[in-house]
């Protein structure tokens, strides 16, 4: 059975001592009442309920999945998720960080991070019913009329109704400019429009977990420009505002390899009503602008799988024996040692835990400076934040994703047969953790984000903020091995992005092709950077006498097992980059 | 769905160009009939049977799985399996590399590799149902008296009948001495004893596919010494001598992540009639004696399993079409061109089709070396082929399985959200294939064989003919860029080996720590060379003028596919290995 009780130590150790959250919070306005005092009692609260809530219908939603009914074209959740549901809705965790005006807690974005992680960790397919309503409700804060925020933004927010993004269509995904559904002003409606085309992978996009769902579509008006410059975003409920059922109807549900618990519908507009958000045509900026804290929660969803499945390989590890110590027998009053003793297995759990550790300081770092983007008093440092956020979503999403499916791989390997069977739930979490990979734009799409929109930002003034501020950090770094290791770690990124300037500014193509491995180069560097500067912190702690000894040691082997297992990567990325786009591009069609 | 031709180029290439069978085979004694043309003929065959029958029934055997009816103890298989285990019996398939005096075909075991893996592209689950089998007839044929030989032999060879290996308990899957189950001489009863316990892991079990199944099992006799020289090696048919029902039982089935068409049983050895094998306390030598064999086919499943997610990304890549070329329309009359046009794409695919080439070249190279080892007439050959099966069968099983599952992985990738639905059928692929990483030796275990084992055999004999094969070949290589990274990657390992000969001696567990990242250099230096050698067979074939082109420029470009994309990471690995064991044994359990 999966194993979980949320990372609190680690997460209270990020918040406080690491970011020294503190500091920057006491700056910013979240509301008289808010302190970080404040922060730590919600995260034990989230942790009890996302344990006791959660945990529990994990699996059973996986094995009830969701259910379609062709003749009222209805769908059922997982049964098991109702109750849960209700009371994450009762509970008011939809409220976090929305806006208090409209109902909301008025929270640091950064505590949703933090809950996103666990809602991850233990029930992925439930919280998605709620995870993308958050997009909805930012999207209609920053650009929707005040008539039609009245109308939807408060019962989103206290979670009375959901959201959804009907983005995809059969044919498009990535390349949203080919979408074919189109919006005709209704003559004399004012905003209304009547809505038609199909949309797949829509997520929650039908349920009975509540009354009525919210969808922000994107469509054609008839007078739109080719491509993507002529996409424009309306609101679309299900049960429009005089109560009639709106000509929006799933009309089927994908079947996939994980996330059962989640509905991904098949949708068709008929003639559905709607309402323009904002200007015409400017659909995509609008997506654009909450994508950041969409990649960031699915992102996040690959740390929070990945947490789980570690812990459960841990436990299994701990009480699993089998073989002997390679030094000899350490328990010889037991036929057998645990497993724990063998190298080999030893370098799975700890390739898991580094990361796992990597990734939320990572994770954290941005959610933190999500909020400083749009709170922090002082400009140049909202402006810097803003940089950092931009620049490091995509690795956010690409990495800690792409890491945390390995993290889910590793500790089914560690369970060895009896993680390959449901009985154990690690296999879910892989099947689950595999979308987080494709969806909110693939993994390659974040590179090409990171290499052909990030790093040009103003004449590169975020990576250029970012490598000093870690060049910085390693002259004042506490460990010397490290510091060297950091040093070369750092200089080959440089060198990387100045091989870039000079050769992909002609051809765009070597840009494409070194856009995955830079991605990875890119977090490979800067988790480096924040388990050094972790271990650093800890080692202060240590010396100022902090008893937690257990915790803050384990960060110090922590920061020296990834140097050791994972920053040796980085020569080897920067010579697959330089080799260009040759290889890649030389074989003909009939050559595959 | 799913797209798959055999790839009888690449097959045929490999085995006539690559490996100049026609020369070794015509050394060897198959019966007087056979000859490599008659393999070509056995191959076409061979792929009109996988594609025609085995494939179509894929999908539905997933979805099927099988059914356990506790009140009969007794297991359906996928019905849609029926008919097409019947062709595989009635067409031959089950005897191909068997001996002929036994009813068998007598053919090549290299014949073998190709079809297990050409089964494990069509389809995985149902093939298992025979895949053990081969063992069981390894071990009658070696071991067993003649009285069991003529009882079991031919009705297992025809495939009238299939077999198991019950090795694993609950308490122990890779420390098999750890065993239980028990067997008690059945007084006068000659070679006859009674076997009680219990077995969990048991691949056909129970199924209703024949009307006999005839178990291996690993069990202790009551003057058995402790631990693994205590094991002795007995066949219990379900059904006995005189057609009673025998006390051996299916007790439930596993629920699995893949391979759902497989049944894996728990089983129950209720005072089950069995025969003893050979010797009493024997049984882990004997079962070492059909593990190479075992571990081939397992590894070609990896490589099975990859071919066909490959073929089908592609063919769904060049049907795709979704944003444009970074150098500018490639389609300019479609309204975006195929994502074939993408770096990103390029590298996905390109690394499935050049890693699956490689793998393909190990796997089958091992194959003839197999049979070399067994067939030959010249002592040394035998010798040195024996020993190159020993060395590099733990790599077969691991690396290919690991690269293998990588390939499905970045097959699910390259089709986005496709990828992860059941429609494509990748995601199939994906799940029954994480299986080969952990049954028949985790590949954590493969890689100790390699270290612990492997290498010191005859004082490092086995090793040494490798790296003076692979260096001779350097030294003839014609592209001097592939000559250089060849040398370097040869030096690298054998640098690696030398650091290990001086450190590991003291310490073992400095070999635990080692033996994965040296089982992947293995891998990736040994791939490297066999597609070297490719690219130069190919150039060869090219300069006296072969017409079939396409392919053969593609071994070239494939060759520096590899070359810059996989051999990039012997400098890494070789860091990885010299980093010891410091980082691994330093946490206590309470920093985990």
New interface residues.
Partial sequence: MLQYKAPIDDIRFLIHDVFKADKHYSEMSFGEDFSLDLADVVLSEMAKFVEGVFLPVNRSGDEEGCQYDPETRSVKAPPSYHGAFKQFVDNGWTSLSTPVEHGGQGLPHLLNVVFDEMCASTNTSLSMYFGLTHGAIVALEKHADEALKDRYLNRLITGQWTGTMCL?EP?????LG?IKTKAEPVEGGGNEYRITGSK??ITGGEHDLVDNIIHLVLAKLPDAPDGSGGISLFIVPKVTPDGERNGIYCTGL?????INGSATCFMSLENAEGYLIGEPHQGLKYMFSMMNSARIMVGVQGLGLGETAYQTA?SFA?ER???R???GAQQPDQ??DNI?V?????????SQ?TMLEGCRALAYWVGMNLDMSQHHPIDHIREQAGDLVELLTPVVKAFITDQGYLVCDQA??TL??S?????WGI?QL??DC??A???EG???IQ??DLVGRKLPMNNGRAVRHLINEMVAYADVCKDHATQARLRHGISVLNDVLAWLAMNALQ???V???A??PLLKLFGVVTVGYLLAKSADVAQEKLNGGDESS??L??KL?TR??YF??TM??V??LM??IK?G?R??????????
Same sequence: chains 1, 2.
């Fill in positions: 995809t044919h498009c995904g990535t390349d080919l797949i992978w994908e079947h996939k390899m994980g841990l701990r024996i089998q073989g110590s390679l030094a036929p057998a724990m063998h190298p080999d297995v030893r370098r799975m759990l700890l835990k089914v390997q060895g047969g993680g390959f069977t449901k009985d296999e892989l099947r595999r979308i990979r494709i969806y693939t993994n390659g590179a090409l051809d765009r193509e840009a494409g092709a856009a995955t257990d915790f040691f384990a082997k020296d097992f050791a297992e040796v990567q020569d080897m010579e697959l080799s786009k290889h890649l591009m030389a074989f003909n069609d009939a050559e595959f």
